[in-house]
């Protein structure tokens, strides 16, 4: 076996195959001496402490010789210092790392070729059964296969550089500097006894307007001691061949070829603010070398090791990237009161939630929770709202969602039990699914409408069940037009395609087909968008006689609006195409009508895509220029969604995906925002709250899973206040059923032999 690179995934690797069978041959090739290394701690988890701890004894006893542990975090912001304890982290100096690792590797017959280029992977592949390409980020085995790899390496925003310094920090320590040249972050924690590594970290344009583009290495760390000289105690920095870097996020589409294998950062990266790149690298080590003791050949153990791996760095690297973005857009929080923005840093990745520093510091999580201004015993999701005249109870929004379930646009018994039982449910405020404007504005024949008296008199039904049933709960219409994305099969007869038969003329912004087998839409007239505009205001006058306590204008997804606002999607040459303000020039003429026709007292919202997770569409900055515009225009709050737009989209899917751009767009334009995107859980709301990066939470799937969501999240965290209420006939199931006993009674005696 064939290791390319000596680092600690590498040597690791190399270790474990060796002990697993001696009879092995394992080489190991390191262009650099061995005492030679970037950086200088590194932070290990518990839980890749385990997996050491079980595969090679000697290795973990000789680290927890060395470990450095603590459990806080501190986190220093405008002179003032909040600490977060319970963390649990264990850390040492990576040369120390590497000394354990040879020797482990010597001991068990492992050949370290220092000083040494390894051959071409090549010839290795040709001459070894195994060929372990550990060599890193900028791994010229990566290169090598690049058309089989296919590797994506992506550049971000901020410049940073290891240091250390000769003295421990008692704590994991973030340390906010704002300069004239902009905002500048310090990490910085202990690795050994009278040392600690140091990370100074800026965006690249502060980085410029600061002059370290010109200063020398020398010059750069004494910079960055004067900078973070509070933090330092005055004392000086040290580099190890420091330089200011942009770090790279690596994805593979493979990562393996024949009979070479990616392992660690050369398969790939993520970010050091989450402290993960040594951690994956080891937990690739073992999973390789588990998986080659199970499998009966090379092949098969490199295909399961992937498999086995993929999903785990995915998820990691979806939080690190989480995070980056976080310290990216740091100047976005720095008005946000300390407690919380303590709290939004150390949730920053999602992987730490309310729920679990509750659990690891809860007087911690109460004082931000009191200086927020929650009431004792109150999680955050069940303080109350306001948006206009609307008093909303709780931040819980039962999201839209199509139903397909009408009969010439008129909501019937299905939509009364589908939006009366979630009223009842509990949440704050629960939206209809999107009610077209006009019978060509359907999606399908299946969708509702507000174009006709009759349908408003259905709706008053519904708001009038609402409101009598489940008072306290908030009842909202969401208006739109289908757009190029209408005249379409029902969901789940095959989303978004054309209707077999009986099909209806299309319009758009542009006439462009959603997709392959669409019908085109004709572009529409000055005359026509007049028209549009008038079926907005007409079915938003309905709507207010109908009762709704709240109105939404989609302009999302792809649908007419969303088409004007979308350059992939306005391709008009007129007045309400190309620039940004001349694609917002429609859909604002149509929510000054309809807010010229709805009620002053009752609010209005706007859903927007914020991304169309595609090339050339609309920007995460674009995003915040249009909510503004709506803002202006006097929208209460912007819900803040993300794609459909067109068909080619390549959304990056995970948990609270789309809640980032929510963020983005509450704190830098300072408007109410409700995030939506795979918020699955209590916790994640509590925590969006309280960190500041919504107002409301918008959950879809969820109250399709259960519809009493709501009062069951009350019930879990055992709150009994008044942002949610039992219905009377349902309190006997207000505390979950009990269940038999899973467990076996205990011995009452061990007695010893």
């Known amino acids: 076996m064939a290791i390319i690179g000596g680092g600690p995934g590498g040597l690791y690797a190399a270790a474990l195959l060796k002990r697993l069978d ?27 402490l385990g997996g050491i701890e079980h595969a090679d004894p000697v290795v973990y006893e000789a680290l927890q010789r060395d470990f450095v542990r603590w459990d806080d975090i501190d986190i220093t912001h405008r002179g003032t210092c909040r600490t977060s ?23 068990l017959g492992v050949e370290l070729r220092f000083r040494t280029e390894a051959p071409d992977p090549e010839q290795l592949s040709a001459t070894h059964d195994l060929v372990i390409a550990a060599d890193g980020v900028n791994s010229t085995t990566r290169a090598a296969y690049a058309e089989v790899f296919r590797p994506q390496v992506a550049a971000h925003r901020c410049r940073y550089i290891w240091l250390a310094a000769d003295f421990a920090f008692d704590a994991f320590r973030f340390e906010i500097a704002e300069t004239e040249h902009g905002v500048m972050q310090l990490h910085g924690y202990p690795y050994a006894a009278g040392a600690s590594t140091v990370i100074v970290e800026m965006r690249e344009e502060v980085w410029r307007a600061a002059g370290f583009e010109d200063l020398d290495e020398a010059e750069s760390v004494e910079r960055c001691a004067k900078i973070f000289a509070e933090a330092l105690g005055g004392r000086p920095l040290r580099s190890n061949k420091s330089a200011w870097t942009t770090f790279r996020t690596v994805v593979n589409a493979h990562w393996s070829h024949g009979n070479v294998v990616l392992l660690g950062d050369a398969a790939h990266t993520a970010h050091f603010s989450i402290g993960s790149g040594t951690k994956l690298a080891v937990e690739d080590a073992l999973a390789l070398a588990a998986c080659l003791e199970e499998q009966p ?40 009161p300390p407690g919380q923005f303590a709290f939004n840093l150390l949730t920053r990745s999602r992987r730490v939630t309310h ?165 085109t839409p004709r572009e529409l007239s000055r005359a026509q968008l007049t028209d549009i505009r008038e079926q907005f205001a007409a079915a938003a006058w309905r709507a207010a006689r109908s009762g709704f306590d709240l109105l939404e204008l989609h302009c999302a ?46 609010p209005m919202t706007v859903r927007i895509s914020a991304t169309d997770w ?123 059923p009990q269940t038999g006993r899973t467990d076996a009674p205990k011995p009452r005696l061990t007695l010893g032999g």
């Open 355 to 519: 729920d679990n520093l509750r659990l690891r510091d809860a007087r911690f999580t109460e004082a931000v929770e009191r200086e927020s201004g929650c009431p004792s015993g109150t999680p955050p999701m069940f303080t109350p709202f306001r948006l206009r005249g609307l008093t909303l109870r709780n931040r819980v929004v039962v999201s839209p969602m199509d139903m397909y379930s009408a009969v010439d646009g008129v909501p019937g018994d299905f939509h009364l039990v589908h939006l009366g039982s979630r009223a009842l449910g509990g949440a704050g405020l629960v939206m209809t699914e999107m009610v077209c404007v006009s019978e060509q504005g359907r999606i399908t024949p299946g969708c509702t409408g507000l174009y006709t008296g009759r349908q408003g008199e259905a709706w008053k039904r519904i708001t009038d069940f609402v409101h009598a049933q489940a008072p306290g709960t908030a009842i909202g219409v969401q208006l739109g037009h289908s757009g190029r994305k209408g005249s379409t099969r029902l969901m789940w007869e095959g989303m978004d395609e054309p209707l077999p038969d009986g099909n209806w003329p299309l319009v758009a912004a542009s006439p462009l087909p959603y997709g392959q087998g669409s019908q």
């Open 85 to 107: 304890g319970g963390h649990g982290f264990a850390a040492l100096g990576r040369k120390r790392l590497l000394e354990i690792l040879h020797e482990r590797c010597r001991t």
């Open 22 to 48: 001696p009879a092995r041959e394992i080489t190991v090739w390191e262009r650099n001496a061995p005492d030679v290394t970037f950086g200088f701690g590194v932070v290990l988890s518990d839980e890749t």
């Open 614 to 736: 595609s090339e050339g569409g609309t920007t995460a900055e674009d995003a915040v220029e249009i909510a503004r515009a709506f803002a202006a225009h006097g929208a209460d709050a912007i819900d803040v969604s993300t794609g459909q737009v067109v068909a080619e989209e390549q959304p990056e899917f995970g948990r609270s995906y789309q809640t980032p751009f929510a963020d983005r767009i509450r704190n830098a334009a300072g408007i109410p925002v409700i995030a939506v995107g795979a918020i699955s859980s209590w916790d994640d709301v509590n925590s969006l709250i309280l960190a500041g990066r919504t107002d409301l939470c918008a959950l879809a799937r969820p109250h399709l899973y259960d519809p009493h969501w709501t009062l069951h999240a009350a019930a879990e965290q055992g709150y009994e206040g008044p942002a949610v209420v039992w219905p009377a006939p349902y309190r006997a199931g207000s505390r979950r």
């Open 557 to 602: 997804h792809g649908y007419l609006l969303s088409g004007f606002l979308s350059p992939l999607t306005n391709h008009r040459t007129d007045a309400y195409g190309g620039s940004l303000d001349k694609r917002l020039k429609f859909p604002l003429e149509v929510f000054d009508a309809v807010r010229g026709v709805w009620p002053d007292e009752r």
């Open 297 to 336: 050949d090379v092949p098969s153990a490199l295909a399961a090791y992937e498999e086995e791996r993929r999903p785990v760095v995915a998820s990691t690297q979806r939080a690190a990237r989480a995070s980056l973005e976080w310290f990216e857009n740091l100047r976005l929080y720095l008005e946000q």
